[in-house]
Nanobody, 129 residues
Framework: QLQLVESGGGLVQPGESLRLSCVAS????????IGWFRQAPGKDREGISC????????YYADSVKGRFTISSDNAKNTVYLQMNSLKPEDTAVYYC??????????????????????WGQGTQVTVSS
């Protein structure tokens, strides 16, 4: 079994930055990609970014493209999400998830929560003045 733990959330003002971390433990050989998702109250879970483990390919939803950057340190089994120029509409619980079967090859697959098999518990990000 693979376990995922997110950290780095918090309260920031609009325009500020945060970096989220997702640490994998347990069966760390058992995934092909890590995605970041978020869910605001009353809204569906939204896929925002993904990174393939083997080749480092990345995908971004339009809502975060140009502001968020995903990266990984495979030696530490850790994936990061650098979030810049944060907006109030970025407020949500942020989750990382692992995909067991194959690399996503397009953004639709990469940001589809049903394509992922393991999930962390989430970390709250609040953007407010």
């Amino acid at each position: 079994q693979l376990q995922l733990v997110e950290s780095g959330g918090g309260l920031v003002q609009p325009g500020e930055s945060l970096r989220l971390s997702c640490v994998a433990s347990g069966f760390t050989f058992d995934y092909y990609a890590i995605g970041w998702f978020r869910q605001a109250p009353g809204k569906d879970r939204e896929g925002i970014s993904c990174i393939n483990r083997s080749d480092g390919s990345t995908y971004y939803a339009d809502s975060v493209k140009g502001r968020f950057t995903i990266s990984s340190d495979n030696a530490k089994n850790t994936v990061y999400l650098q979030m810049n120029s944060l907006k109030p509409e970025d407020t949500a619980v942020y989750y990382c998830a692992a995909r067991r079967w194959g690399n996503p090859d397009n953004v639709a697959v990469a940001t589809n929560p049903y394509e992922y098999d393991y999930w962390g518990q989430g970390t709250q990000v609040t953007v407010s003045s």
